[in-house]
């Protein structure tokens, strides 16, 4: 069952539940097709919701919501990573650029956590 | 000192136009960028590409997904450059009246600069335009094949015509598209033009073992076409044939001097662009660069030399148009030592690969077991690197490189050079300012002195080097000259977990056990930062489990566990679990065998007896991993912890029981310890071995702790590894009783437990133990810290709260959850794909060129 909200250019798909989601944990959420690894880093007491591709690049396994969430400290400050659990390339989690290769990026998705539910924006 | 201006300026600024947009191009543009101020030149690019300049070197990373974005240059970005942009393809120059013609467009230069590299040569065979043939050099071309693949059926078969460099590279994109490939070559071997025989043999078994039909000393003939109009297959010289659906054409390149030959500039006789040592043509006022220049005879295939021939133009192009000082610069050739990764196989030629020089020796090491090739070519008197030829395995490409350029006498013998070193032996040593990045001419001396600069990773010292930002090979180098520079600099030798924690493992796990800190949101509070990280959050995790023995997918526990604890399971390359239940001392029913089995035969696992002895069922998707514990804790198995950073195996040989040498009973010892110390999560995994004799069947020395019976009593040895550094275990204390040993044994463990760092195996901690075995006998064994009660209650602790995991995971009902493919679906992960092998499943073999290009990190994964 999937429930759509309308907004002007962004279609949201609802996921799962918040709670669904252990902070600091991913999940897979099927989305049009897309296997979209979503987390949920708590971070000071907030919750942020961020959705990429499931698919990890280096290894071309469809595993990075397995992979574990953590902070980096970038030339702008404290910014959020996935590690994909098998061989530990890191991603950042808003741009979905590869820590070890600026060139390879993962598919990002708009994400939000509304009313207790996770929903993920489509672009229409 | 100024040259007087050779050119009769137009009374405006300076007009530069360079044809083409390709990378030599790029490179050109910024370089004049560079080297003058942009207000006194007018510079005009003109692409005939629809897009501009692009990394042609990764073009076949356009087949990857997600798609990497390539683009060197952009309009807007060359519009913040102030360089134009003409779209379409120059075709004339009248060169009296200083114009070139666009189309339509007639463009005004005072100075041209030729970068129109090359095109791919196609055979003039019959046929060879027919519907479904294909050259490989530009993202246009790219985009069709993909196109005509994704309208072939899965069966389809693509052939590349051309075994050297990008016939490969074309066969492993074909590969990408899931078309059956096949590469022919006209040569006897592959890599002709690099290689030799013996070479081009261990690729070609490297490129075979992928599933890629090779076929040299093939001269195609005809191109085979349907009445359709369509390609159907190739036909050879001695009359045999091979069907395809799809053809590339990969026969070589030829410089694209169209434009100056038919403007009357001096082209070679076999084509480029005649140019001096300024990167000047015949005319003054036209300069060539890349692919499409000929500089002494000789045309350049790789992008470094045109790189060079890029900085060389840009400064005489300015001290020409008398806007800089007279420049020094020259291109004097370039050495086409090259090192590549082609469908994942490390192939390297440097200097005098094929010994043409008058009187050279040779030394080589071809091993059919690994298949690779390394050759050396060496002086007459065997004393001087000429030259060589690395396939496979790449690794000492840069130190032999350099000792070739270098000229340096060999002061060890030379098949030294290229023998992989025996494990623990000494590396060769660096040649003083060693080359380590090849595509950006980066030297060892440049990078130390960006680290004492201040760069501390390997991303800053792309930035400030270039080394690395080619084609990415030598980054695993930087990474090892960074971590050898910090060391020799005093630095990083910090022990802290990372980022997130200034404190060891040991420090860490002191503070959690005397704050009594139950939970990772306590730890993170009270001594970390940030947010944590796949390093320290694993390790917290597993502190907390040593101490407190909590389960460890608990709510609060559950999202700091690495993958393999996360689903009490291992996982496996395509992201599927093995699954492994505890047999201790490998002693196991005929029932149990046959719960397993059955266990294996419903899941339609594949079932391995592992190093271990015990039975891996491997291939589980992680939806069913519950439904497979549930019946195998039905047949009486619980969790191996094979995951787990924990007491992996206690291997036993069959001892006294049945042996006709033994004098202890070896298995029921194993089993007793085993079943003692299962579920402890420690710094790293623990093994354990018992032999019934001195034979020592179980290979009790290589483990962590092992015991080995005599008449006496059992002796004890600690600290033993197998892996990666093998080490003997030490006597720690002869002729014990089964209940002395075990004492010694839970205070052992404990105390490694508590002290030892992240990832420290008992061998390195042993080593680095100060004071060594003799100390580590006076605190477990005289008490010389008083710290032997707490250790005994710890364990006892540990003993007294084991339960097993996965029990605990399947009363977790709500837990159960976390199994599940999707969280909004009941669908499974479709991309994963299985062949049959002996009669088992295997994970279909990825197509290597899937990952080309991207280099894994250094040890990465090494850790689980
Ligand atoms: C399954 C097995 C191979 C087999 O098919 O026989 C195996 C499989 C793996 N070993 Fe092993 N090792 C296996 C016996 C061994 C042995 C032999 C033994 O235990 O008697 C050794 C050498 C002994 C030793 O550890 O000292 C061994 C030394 C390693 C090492 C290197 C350890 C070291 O200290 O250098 C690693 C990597 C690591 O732990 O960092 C490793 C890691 C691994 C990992 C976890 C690699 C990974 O990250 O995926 C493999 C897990 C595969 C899986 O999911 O099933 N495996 N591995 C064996 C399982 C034994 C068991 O029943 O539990
Ligand atoms: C698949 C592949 C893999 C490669 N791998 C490597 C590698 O690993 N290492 C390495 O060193 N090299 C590699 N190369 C070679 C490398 O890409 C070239 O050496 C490099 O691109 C040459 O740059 P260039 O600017 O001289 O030519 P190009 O990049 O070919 O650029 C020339 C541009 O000029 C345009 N042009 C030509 N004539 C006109 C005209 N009349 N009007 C307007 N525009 C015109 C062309 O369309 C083209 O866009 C590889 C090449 C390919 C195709
Ligand atoms: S170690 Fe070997 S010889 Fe000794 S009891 Fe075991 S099996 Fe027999
Ligand atoms: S060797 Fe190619 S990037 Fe360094």
Redesign the pocket.
């Known amino acids: 069952m999937t429930l759509t909200l309308s907004s002007p250019s962004t279609a949201w798909v609802r996921v799962c539940k918040l709670d669904d989601i252990l902070p600091g944990a991913g999940v897979c959420a099927l989305v049009d097709g897309a296997q979209v690894a979503v987390f949920r880093v708590t971070y000071r007491g907030a919750d942020r919701i961020f959705a990429v591709g499931n698919h990890d690049p280096y290894t071309s396994a469809n595993v990075l919501s397995r992979g574990l969430t953590g902070s980096y400290t970038a030339v702008d400050g404290l910014r959020f990573k996935v590690a994909s659990p098998l061989l530990k390339h890191a991603f950042d989690l808003e741009t979905g650029v590869s820590l070890d290769d600026p060139a390879l990026r993962l598919p990002v998705y708009a994400a939000r956590a509304k009313g207790g539910d996770v929903w993920i924006g489509l672009a229409v | 000192m100024f040259q007087p201006n050779r050119f009769a300026v137009s009374p405006v600024l300076p007009q530069v136009v360079v ?7 790029h490179r050109f543009v910024e370089q004049l960028r560079a080297q003058a101020d942009a207000a006194c030149l007018r510079v005009t690019v ?4 629809s897009r501009l ?1 692009y990394d ?2 990764h ?2 990373s356009h087949f990857d997904q997600p798609r990497p974005d390539l683009a060197l240059a952009t309009p807007a970005g060359y519009a913040e450059l102030g360089v134009d942009v003409v779209f ?4 004339s120059i009248n060169r009296t009246a200083r114009t070139l013609q ?1 189309g339509d467009t007639e463009l005004s230069y005072d100075v041209l600069v030729l ?4 095109f791919p040569f196609v055979p003039p065979l019959p046929g060879k335009d027919a519907a479904g043939c294909f050259v ?3 993202l246009d071309d790219l985009d069709a094949i993909r196109a005509a693949a994704e309208a072939l059926p899965t069966s389809a078969t693509g052939v590349v015509v051309g075994g050297g ?2 016939g490969l ?2 066969a492993g994109a074909l590969g990408k598209l899931g078309l059956k490939t096949h590469v022919v070559e006209f040569a006897p071997q592959l890599m002709p033009a690099q290689l030799d025989a013996e070479g081009g043999g261990a690729l070609r078994r490297k490129i075979e073992g992928m599933g890629i039909g090779v076929h040299t000393g093939k001269a195609t003939s005809e191109v085979q076409v349907d009445g359709a109009g369509r390609v159907t297959g190739l036909a050879f010289a001695d009359g045999s044939s091979l069907p395809a659906d799809l053809v590339v054409f990969s026969a070589g390149i030829r410089p ?1 001097d ?2 100056a030959r038919s403007s009357g500039l001096s082209v070679g006789e076999r084509g480029g662009i005649a140019i001096d040592d300024r990167c000047v043509t015949s005319d003054p006022a036209v300069y060539a ?4 220049a000929l500089h002494d005879g000789r045309v ?5 030399p ?1 790189y060079s021939m890029a900085k060389v133009a840009a400064a005489s192009l300015l001290t020409d148009l008398g806007l800089n000082p007279a420049s020094e610069a020259r291109f004097t050739g370039a050495d086409l030592s ?1 090192k ?1 990764k082609l469908l994942g196989v490390e192939v390297g030629s440097f200097g005098d690969a094929r010994g043409a020089t008058p009187g050279a020796r040779t030394v080589s090491l071809s091993d059919n077991v690994r298949n690779t090739y390394s050759k050396l070519v060496l002086s007459e008197d065997g004393l001087r690197v000429l030259g060589g030829l690395l396939v496979g395995d790449t690794a000492r490409y840069g130190d032999l490189l350099d000792l070739s350029l270098s000229g340096t006498p060999l002061t060890v013998p030379p098949e030294t050079l290229i023998v992989p070193p025996l494990p623990g032996a000494t590396e060769m040593p660096a040649t003083a300012n060693a080359l380590i990045c090849s ?1 950006e001419n980066v030297r060892s001396e440049a990078v130390c002195s960006a680290v004492a600069g201040g760069a501390r990773d390997v991303a800053s010292l792309k930035k400030c080097t270039g080394a690395g930002t080619g ?1 990415g090979g030598c980054v695993p180098q930087l990474h090892g000259l960074l971590q050898t520079e910090l060391r020799r600099l005093g630095e990083t030798v910090s022990n802290h977990l990372c980022e997130h924690y200034p404190h060891s493992r040991q420090e860490l796990f002191g503070l959690i056990r005397v704050k009594g800190w139950q939970s990772w949101d306590e730890v993170l509070e009270a001594h970390g930062s940030g947010s944590g990280c796949e390093v320290c959050k694993p390790a917290v995790a597993s502190i907390l489990a040593s101490l407190h023995n909590d389960y460890v997918l608990k709510p609060q526990h559950a999202p700091l566990q690495d993958t393999n604890d996360a689903f009490l399971a291992n996982i496996q390359k395509n992201g599927t679990y093995s699954v492994m239940p505890r047999i201790p001392g490998g002693e196991v029913t005929p029932e149990g065998l046959i719960a397993i089995g059955e266990v294996a035969r419903k899941f339609g696992l594949y079932c391995k007896i592992t190093g271990g002895q015990r039975i891996d069922l491997l291939g589980a998707q992680r939806d069913d991993l519950p439904a497979i514990w549930t019946d195998l804790i039905a047949a009486g198995f619980e969790s191996g912890h094979a995951y787990g950073k924990s007491l992996r195996t206690v291997k036993s040989c069959v001892g006294q029981t049945w042996c006709r040498y033994g004098v202890q009973d070896s298995t029921s010892l194993a089993i007793r310890l085993e079943l003692r110390y299962r579920g402890l999560r420690s710094p790293h995994k623990l093994k354990s071995g018992v032999s019934g004799c001195t034979r020592e069947c179980a290979e009790a020395r290589s483990k962590d702790f092992g015991l080995i019976a005599t008449e006496k009593g059992w002796n004890l040895y600690v600290g033993g590894n197998g892996g990666v550094t093998p080490k003997h275990a030490l006597l720690l204390a002869e002729g014990l009783s089964e209940d002395a040993l075990i004492t010694l044994l839970d205070r052992f463990l404990m105390f490694y437990v508590r002290t030892a760092d992240r990832l420290q195996r008992t061998s390195t901690w042993l080593e680095n133990l100060e004071g060594g075995l003799e100390y580590l006998r006076a605190v477990i064994m005289d008490d010389t810290l008083g710290i032997c009660a707490d250790l005994d209650a710890a364990m006892q602790h540990h003993i007294g709260t084991y339960e097993d995991e996965w029990a605990a995971a399947l009363s977790d009902t709500a837990g159960l959850a976390r199994f599940r493919t999707f969280i909004n679906s009941d669908a499974r992960d479709n991309a994963i794909e299985w062949v049959d092998e002996r009669g088992q499943i295997r994970p279909a073999p990825l197509q290597p060129a899937l990952l080309h290009g991207l280099v894994p990190l250094p040890m990465a994964g090494g850790d689980d």
């Open positions: 044809v083409g947009s390709g990378m030599v191009s003109v692409s005939e590409e300049a042609r070197v073009l076949s379409g393809r120059a075709t666009v970068a129109t590299g090359s490989y050099r530009t460099l990008l590279e074309a694209r169209e434009l660069v890349g692919e499409c350049y295939g790789l992008v470094a045109g090259t590549l595509c084609c």
